[in-house]
């Protein structure tokens, strides 16, 4: 089972360094400066990774735990990307997405989060906890960003489209495994997360690797009309004037 993980992980590892390859040379990473900063990171805390299980594996458990934990809180960067191009022709709305995605993130965390481990004796529980609503909050907020997506009418293209279902297919597969590892023996369980998670995240990197191959800039043109039967120019006039009426307000 651990022989199976490590060699689905190196296979995570290698789709890691194809999308960073690919982000840099083509320069598509100036559009996705989060999301490659995100790759860039999974990229070297999985050498270190690496290099501790070949030199040390009793301190391989602590080092895998410290790096996802941190990895959790740094996946929220994904979301705020996702938010950040589905607001991308409405630059004030695009910051007040921005803001609501951090913020919502923020109370959910110190709300939901945080207290599975404040609140509890026993360290293995309050990680598995800890890591299932954490998964739990940024499957929230993914949603909230999807149904705002509907609301606008904005076409998400195949460049934020793919993040989206790819972080949604890494954030479903990782809930169903805490939620299992909770409920049975974790110390039986730990070994199916051995190879469910790393194929999980193995296919989101497949599709972020698809998806993100080629970048499709979204067009203004994309938001269509609203509920109430307004055409596009009517809905697209009073979206340009909530926007700059919005930027005003920031700017004061």
């Given at each position: 089972m651990q022989n199976l993980g490590m060699a689905i992980s190196v296979c995570a590892?290698?789709?890691?360094?194809?999308?960073?390859?690919?982000g840099i040379s083509s320069r598509h990473f100036k559009l996705f400066p989060l999301f490659y900063s995100y790759m860039a990171y999974v990229l070297c805390g999985s050498t270190v990774m690496y290099l501790v299980y070949g030199l040390d594996r009793r301190a391989y458990p602590s080092v895998y735990w410290f790096y996802y934990l941190i990895s959790i809180l740094v996946e929220f960067s994904v979301l705020v990307e996702i938010s950040?191009?589905?607001?991308?022709?409405?630059?004030?709305?695009?910051r007040l997405g921005r803001a609501l995605t951090i913020v919502t993130s923020g109370v959910l965390a110190l709300l939901y989060v945080l207290p599975a481990i404040v609140w509890s004796h026993?360290?293995?529980p309050a990680l598995l906890d800890f890591a299932l609503r954490a998964s739990v909050t940024k499957i929230v907020v993914l949603i909230a960003l999807f149904f705002a997506s509907r609301q606008f009418r904005s076409k998400l293209g195949k460049n934020v489209a793919g993040l989206m279902l790819g972080f949604s297919i890494y954030m479903g597969v990782n809930v169903a495994n805490l939620a299992a590892a909770k409920a049975f023996d974790p110390a039986i369980y730990g070994q199916v997360l051995w190879i469910l998670t790393p194929t999980a995240y193995a296919l989101c990197l497949l599709v972020w690797t698809i998806a993100l191959w080629d970048t499709v800039p979204a067009r203004s043109a994309d938001i269509v009309s609203l509920a109430g039967g307004k055409g596009p120019k009517e809905v697209a006039l009073e979206l340009a004037h909530f926007n700059s009426e919005l930027s005003k307000l920031i700017e004061k």
């Open positions: 590892f290698l789709l890691v360094g194809v999308i960073l390859f690919r950040d191009h589905i607001f991308q022709s409405l630059p004030a709305v695009r026993y360290l293995r």
